[in-house]
């Protein structure tokens, strides 16, 4: 039993890889927006940041992917379930929720900004790629990271301070203020 594959098919699995990546990353982005239930919106906003780890690897970035696996869905989604376990249900605020114009108005905005992206992306003369600077290894990564990027891995620390104090604003919230 032969397993290779023809290499007419090769991009044509490629592009299909990357159109269900988007597509992932689409879903778990509308289920983290259209939402009622708080932990279906975290849900999603995994699935969310796992389609966007899986295009950082499709576009052969596997180290910025798995700091999208580590620090997004490992760090950030996983303290926004803690405030959530933290917080006490209420479900008279789901009750209350009125329809407004969110809907529309996120669904124009959507398509507007796809549209320009489109539109660049059809008009604009694309750039060659880099050269490789470094072999790559870990200890060229280290150096990088705090030498040349110091100020991306510093601010990767305060995106992580900024979701543990979301996470504390979603725990408080959920509380009665007259306990304090």
Avoid: H
């Avoid at 098919?9 to 879903?27: M, W, Y």
């Avoid at 708080?38 to 796992?50: D, N």
């Avoid at 295009?55 to 992917?65: D, G």
């Amino acid at each position: 039993m032969n397993l290779a594959i023809s290499p007419d098919l090769v991009p044509i699995i490629r592009e299909g890889l990357f159109l269900g990546l988007i597509i992932v990353t689409v879903l778990g982005a509308l289920l983290a927006t259209c939402s009622q239930r708080m932990i279906r919106a975290v849900l999603g906003l995994v699935v969310c940041f796992i389609g966007i780890a899986g295009i950082y690897y499709f576009l052969n970035s596997p180290f910025v992917a798995l700091m999208q696996l580590l620090i997004y869905v490992g760090a950030v989604a996983v303290t926004i379930c803690f405030a959530i376990m933290l917080a006490d249900p209420d479900d008279d605020k789901l009750t209350a929720k009125t329809p407004g114009l969110a809907g529309p108005f996120a669904v124009l905005l959507g398509g507007t900004v796809t549209w320009a992206l489109a539109y660049a992306a059809m008009t604009a003369t694309w750039m060659t790629p880099a050269v490789k600077v470094n072999a790559g290894t870990a200890r060229d990564l280290g150096e990088s990271l705090l030498t040349t990027y110091s100020m991306v891995f510093e601010l990767v620390s305060i995106v992580l301070l900024i979701a543990i104090l979301g996470s504390l604003v979603v725990a408080r919230s959920g509380r009665d203020k007259t306990e304090c």
